[in-house]
């Protein structure tokens, strides 16, 4: 029988409001009062009926935020209005709220995720029942008893407090048929605490740890007269019709950013609203230029995983993307088998983004990664388990969700890891 040694888990940051806006002028003030009314933010997530309240003082204490140097000294500051932002924010992703933020959806669906988590892993670990030293009436030990947790985060706000969410799942929820406890007269001791790492350290995101040499990558794909071909022909099937709609794309010709067309469709989507409606009195009956949206949204998120797929078929920037994570992950796991078991069973968490998962996904060779229209989801998690069987034989297993995406001994994985760093 095995026996879980370890894991790094990578999961993609909660539902968010879109990155940037794409509409006009005359409708942006609606657009964005829309969207800072699902933003998580102190009132917000107080009034989350839908949900456990999710506090930001409880939240801090229990998993504090450790910050590079620079970085603002509360972590939540960026949740201020805008015009008390400190000159310099300290997250990628605060510099024009409400776009990017973190959602209260979002913030359910990490906690969702941890509590999911928590089960799982708890189930893999022997039970106190198979301990004959332990006490008959004693409660069963909860996450943080059986498990060393170590928890990382891209330098983003919606990233660090999403890293915040699953923890606090993990934590699990309290037992809504007793009483809530009484107020503490101190703040709760410290669990875990989250390290955000600086950009050019990052191994989570290349795009922003080596942005130049990124650039020079994506180049290398785009230039190729194929790719050309058919990113123009999308273009004018696509874009060119929703322009008139959604000013934020910019005049006729001019280039298109793909992940944020294609989010524009996916977060409205996700929170019930028209695609191209932002007057909260509009009439009931939909405008036929929202047919025209309906139509086209599918196929620019069909046309933004192609581009994907071609940008991951280049070995060299496939390697930049995944080989640096592949490779933090492949040192845990042997400095792990290399160990004596520890009291707690390591756990380390990647807290990043869309594009980290589908890096991931596909340097591993996972067959679902290459299949069309594949983009994982808010809230999903990729997990690297290290198994140590009899005999001395050590196996990692791979999943997505709760598919099963890599299955090989140690040395296999090892071996992986090793020629896609050497395809640089």
């Not at 992940?259 to 929170?271: G, N």
């Not at 599918?298 to 940008?311: D, I, K, N, V």
């Not at 996904?361 to 069309?372: K, N, T, V």
């Amino acid at each position: 029988m095995s026996r879980l040694r370890a894991v790094f888990l990578f999961h993609r940051h909660g539902d968010r409001a879109p990155s940037k806006p794409l509409a006009g002028a005359a409708t942006l003030a609606n657009d964005r009062a829309f969207w800072d009314d699902r933003i998580l933010t102190p009132k917000t997530a107080a009034a989350d009926a839908a949900g456990a309240p999710f506090s930001f003082s409880l939240a801090n204490a229990l998993f504090p935020v450790l910050k590079p140097s620079g970085f603002s000294s509360t972590l939540h500051s960026s949740l201020r209005p805008p015009s008390l932002l400190p000159a310099d924010p300290p997250f990628i992703d605060t510099g024009d709220r409400p776009y990017g933020y973190l959602s209260v959806l979002g913030m359910r669906g990490q906690r969702r995720a941890g509590e999911h988590l928590s089960g799982r892993y708890l189930a893999l670990l022997p039970s106190a029942a198979d301990d004959p030293a332990a006490a008959p009436a004693a409660p069963a030990p909860g996450f943080f008893e059986r498990f060393d947790v170590q928890v990382f985060s891209t330098s983003y706000l919606r990233t660090t407090l999403s890293a915040q969410g699953l923890l606090l799942g993990l934590l699990g929820s309290p037992d809504p048929s007793l009483p809530p406890p009484p107020p503490a007269a101190e703040p709760p001791e410290p669990i875990a605490s989250i390290a955000v790492r600086d950009t050019k350290l990052c191994t989570m995101n290349a795009y922003d740890r080596d942005p130049e040499q990124m650039r020079e990558l994506v180049r290398a794909v785009v230039s190729d007269p194929s790719f050309a071909a058919e990113d123009e022909a999308r273009t004018e099937e696509i874009v060119e019709p929703l322009r008139e709609h959604l000013p934020g794309l910019g005049e006729r010709g001019e280039r298109v950013n793909w992940i944020q067309l294609s989010d524009h469709f996916a977060c409205r989507r996700a929170h019930g609203t028209r695609f191209l409606s932002y007057d909260p009195a509009s009439s009931p009956s939909p405008p036929p230029s929202e047919a025209l949206a309906a139509k086209l949204a599918p196929r620019a998120h069909e046309h933004l995983c192609w581009r994907f797929s071609r940008w991951f078929g280049s070995p060299p920037l496939l390697s930049s993307v995944a080989g640096p994570m592949l490779s933090e992950v492949s040192s845990g796991m042997r400095r792990a088998a290399d160990s004596p078991p520890p009291a707690r069973v390591p756990f380390t968490q990647f807290s990043c983004h869309d594009v980290s998962l589908l890096g991931l996904l596909r340097g591993i060779g996972a067959p679902l990664a290459s299949e069309p229209g594949f983009w994982p989801e808010y809230s999903a998690h990729l997990a690297f388990e290290l198994h140590e069987g009899g005999g001395g034989e050590w196996r990692v297993r791979a999943r997505y969700l709760e598919e099963e995406v890599l299955e090989a001994s140690l040395g296999e994985f090892e071996d992986l890891v090793k020629k896609l760093e050497e395809s640089k």
